[in-house]
Nanobody, 122 residues
Framework: QVQLVESGGGLVQAGGSLRLSCAAS????????MGWTRQAPGKEREFVAL????????AYADSVKGRFTISRDNAKNTVYLQMNSLTPDDTAVYYC???????????????WGQGTQVTVSS
């Protein structure tokens, strides 16, 4: 079992930046790939970014590529999402998740955090 706690969400103006963090419990953190997903009001949860166990490989949704950066610190059991050039379309609840699969299909993600709200004003 892995427990995940996200933080760092908030209200920001369009063009601004936020850095999300996700702290994981358990000594098996480094054995999982980690992902960020988001869910906007009235929409399905969608993939945002994925990072491999070592941090050497990453993947991004086309909508965030070039603006968001995922990273991880295995010594701190933490994964981050640096979000730059935010737009109102990025407004959503952001969730981190762990997965044993290298996949952008969030159906394969095993454990989820409770989410953190990101609101981007125009």
């Amino acid at each position: 079992q892995v427990q995940l706690v996200e933080s760092g969400g908030g209200l920001v103006q369009a063009g601004g930046s936020l850095r999300l963090s996700c702290a994981a419990s358990g000594r098996t953190f480094s054995t999982y790939a980690m992902g960020w997903t988001r869910q906007a009001p009235g929409k399905e949860r969608e993939f945002v970014a994925l990072i491999s166990r070592s941090g050497g490989s990453t993947a991004y949704a086309d909508s965030v590529k070039g603006r968001f950066t995922i990273s991880r610190d295995n010594a701190k059991n933490t994964v981050y999402l640096q979000m730059n050039s935010l737009t109102p379309d990025d407004t959503a609840v952001y969730y981190c998740a762990v997965t044993r699969s290298w996949s952008v299909d969030i159906g394969f993600y095993d454990y989820w955090g409770q989410g953190t709200q990101v609101t981007v004003s125009s």
